[in-house]
């Protein structure tokens, strides 16, 4: 048996250590003009179906905004018979990866490059710009507006979340409820956030205050942005350790600034443990802030992944993403409804009020919300 | 980091008995000798002189593929950059410190043991030396973080609050600690086979003291080989990513030389020299390294004179 697994390993890794050594030789001889031509075309559901046999994503993992049964759903949507889950690995793998590492990747691998990702919707600019995404719009993008779409296709908002504050209320009785609690001295040291240099979700964060703390609302203000996180970091409300759920649920973090759905997640988790939580949105609001799916220009599985673009924004598909408390894309817009028993994880309605859609075309340069960050928010503390 | 080639052998001596046909019979020389060498060539080569190269050329890259010094600019005028160097460097002199006070004692009482107890206690450093990066981070974490087991038990027992903030510079310091005086104990531990009991003995005939002993004789052989210690073990720390990484993430504001060329990396898109300024942070680990393998070999060279002479 030992034997058979041996030969059948060395059986598929000769072909592929030479493939891998051919590929860059071919690469260089070849052109990419064929790949450019088509790739506004409709997706091959037959070609597709070959591609799904083996597949690899980047930054997708199973329990990120539902991606497990996202994928299973395309599987099955389009009769592809392949598996979604990357964790059992039949047919999808994933490496997770921040947004910027993805674009790395995008850019820099050649063989089996990821098919497509999950990026922070920032981060969709900067993609267009390094020009590795792939020229497909779904139809269905046409009711985007432009901040939620590349211009020329490849990326295209999936689900939307809120930032939101959880808290460990077995450690922390009295839960701050706004952006302005978190300043309180009675949460000095307990505070975690994500960083805004390298994640969504960090970038997400200074978004929500910029929306939240402008003057005048429904506006973007991110000057408002830097200055509060420069006050939180000065006061040293935030929490040094590293915010894992379990470091969370030992009360070692005992706030949580995240999505939404993540907290609610990461709630319930901790919630079957018998650890008390609370989760609410900050009482100044925030704005709609999306995750985008992009795929890559150089993947080896095009027809796939314009699959993947349309399921995205089908009432199937951004139905997957409500059932763990990701708002669809669609429904923020108010082109979908999502019936009732798939709104049983979501937070109060009411909560949300303060929240505002992105006013502008175009999000803050990454780069640039890296560089004040740094520069103007780090320093301070 | 500098990469020693082997010397290269001689001429080749074409044996008399070959005689006449001298051409394939050098290339097959040349080939017994040199092909040994070449996986090794090539590795060095390719992953460490290369690599090297490569970083140093990125690091004076320009948008355009030209030359400048932006990057090299950009990393010591940025405030929190320029913090991270001094903390870098400062942190890891107080380890090494340490390690030369703390660790110079140890090794010197280690070698005092008899065999059984001093291979006892070489096993167990060896361990705590081997017990670095992220699964360290997380054994502090659980015993010395804010909700760590030894910090309650001394708060629920005997009612002291531990000062130590874990997630500061002397979290850091402790952390370093654990697994790097194991190192310093076991590198320094040979050469304290050097001092003789005759030394002492003399010392003693000659009316001196335990204190005149080691100011006269003990400190002064061994100085040199503490001191390599010292150098080997501040460029050890200096180096160490996934450790702080690991204990205090990415958002950190206590960062060091490698969280930040990490942070520099894991941000890097196009339109910012960000991957610039990360080789360039790369260059400079790689240039204090070499000044420390520098000041180390000539240690090493006054070590060895040193102990021509004491034979």
Known sequence: MDMTRHQRLSRRLVPAVLTAIALPLAACGGSGAGADADAAAPADVNAAKE??????????????????????????????????????GVNRTDTDMSSAEEIAAFKNETT??????????????????????????????AALPPAYKAADGGWVASAVGVISIMTNTDVIPNPPKSFADLLKPEYKGRVSISNPVTSGTGQATVFSTAAALSKNKGEFDMDAAIDYWAEFFRLGQRNEAEYSAAAFERGETPIRVAYDFVNIQAGQLVG???????????????????????????????????????????????????????????????????????????????????VIQYPDDAW???????????????TAG | MTVTTPTAPGPAVTPPAAGPPPRPGS??????????????????????????????????AGPDGGWTLQAWQDIFTQRITRDAMVRSLGLSAI???????????????????????????????????????????IAMVSTLGAVGFVRLLLENWFGYQLGLDLYSVWGLVVTYIYFILPLYVLLVLPAMSVLRPEWWEAVQTAGGTRWQYWRRVGLPVLFPFLLSGW???????????????????????????????????????????????AAALAVLLMV?????????RRIAARMLARLEGLR
Request: include cysteine; charge should be negative.
């Open chain 1, 51 to 88: 591609q799904a046999k083996q597949f690899r994503t980047a930054g997708m993992p199973d329990d990120w905004i539902n991606f497990g049964e996202f994928y299973q759903s395309v599987c099955d949507s389009y009769e592809l018979g392949c598996n979604g889950f990357a964790a059992q």
């Open chain 1, 112 to 141: 089996n490059a990821p098919m497509c990702s999950d990026i922070g919707i920032a981060f969709g600019q900067v993609a267009e710009s390094e020009g590795v995404l792939l020229g497909y719009t779904p139809e269905a993008a």
């Open chain 1, 272 to 354: 079957e443990k018998g650890v008390d939580t609370a989760i609410v949105i900050p009482a100044e609001g925030g704005v709609w802030s999306p995750s985008a799916t992009m795929c890559n220009k150089k993947t080896e599985d095009p027809d796939l992944a314009k699959l993947v673009l349309d399921h995205t924004l089908s009432d199937e598909g951004q139905l997957v993403f409500a059932r763990v408390g990701a708002r669809p894309v669609r429904y923020v817009l108010g082109e979908l409804e999502v019936p009732a028993e798939l709104k049983t994880n979501w937070l109060p309605e009411g909560q949300y009020a303060n």
């Open chain 1, 364 to 378: 803050p340069d990454p780069a640039v919300v890296a560089e004040r960050w740094e520069n103007d928010v780090l």
């Open chain 2, 27 to 60: 290339l097959r020389t040349f080939l017994t000798q040199w092909g040994p060498a070449i996986p090794f060539l090539v590795t060095a080569g390719g992953l460490l002189v290369a690599a090297a190269l490569w970083l140093i050329r990125t690091s004076f």
């Open chain 2, 95 to 137: 380890v090494a410190t340490f390690c030369l006070v703390v660790g110079s004692v140890l090794a010197y009482l280690i070698s005092g043991l008899a065999r059984r107890g001093r291979a006892g206690a070489q096993a167990l450093l060896n361990v705590a030396a081997n017990f670095g990066g992220a699964s360290l981070a």
């Open chain 2, 231 to 277: 150098v080997l073990t501040f460029a050890w720390s200096l180096g160490q990513f996934s450790v702080p990484y690991a204990l205090l993430g990415d958002t950190t504001t206590t960062s060091l030389i490698t969280t930040r060329l990490g942070n520099f990396l894991f941000s890097a898109t196009g339109g910012t020299n960000r991957f610039e300024r």
């Open chain 2, 288 to 296: 204090i390294s070499a000044l420390a393998l520098v000041a180390y």
